[in-house]
């Protein structure tokens, strides 16, 4: 069994700033990439942010510059760096991991259950 436990509600200014983080647990053998997406109100699940196991990056148009992803391998852990928020980066964030267990022979997508970030004054 495999888990991805992201943290909290949250409430921010806007220009503020915040973190998120995703942590997986389970039987994993080895993960892929590491993603973030996101959800607004009415609108579809957007890919935010990108990491790979080498630790390339990549990010959606409206986030760069202002959000950093990073990884950290040995703790099996996923974060997003959000600085400048603006009302429109108000949405329900997921973490996403594409990762082997050490049960199966194939690598698929595991997701969380998301954590709302309102930015609002």
């Known amino acids: 069994q495999v888990q991805l436990l992201e943290s909290g509600v949250f409430l921010v200014q806007p220009v503020g700033s915040l973190r998120l983080s995703c942590s997986a647990s389970?039987?994993?053998?080895?993960?892929?990439?590491m993603c973030w997406y996101r959800q607004a109100p009415g609108k579809d699940l957007e890919l935010v942010a990108l990491?790979?196991?080498?630790?390339?990056?990549n990010y959606a148009d409206s986030v760069k510059g202002r959000f950093t992803i990073s990884r950290d391998n040995a703790k099996n852990t996923v974060s997003l760096q959000m600085n400048n928020l603006e009302p429109e980066d108000t949405a329900v964030y997921y973490c996403?991991?594409?990762?082997?267990?050490?049960?199966?022979?194939?690598?698929?997508?595991?997701w969380g259950d998301g954590t709302l970030v309102t930015v609002s004054s």
């Open positions: 996403k991991a594409n990762l082997k267990t050490d049960y199966e022979n194939y690598f698929m997508n595991y």
């Open positions: 389970g039987r994993i053998f080895a993960i892929n990439n």
């Open positions: 990491v790979a196991r080498t630790s390339g990056t």
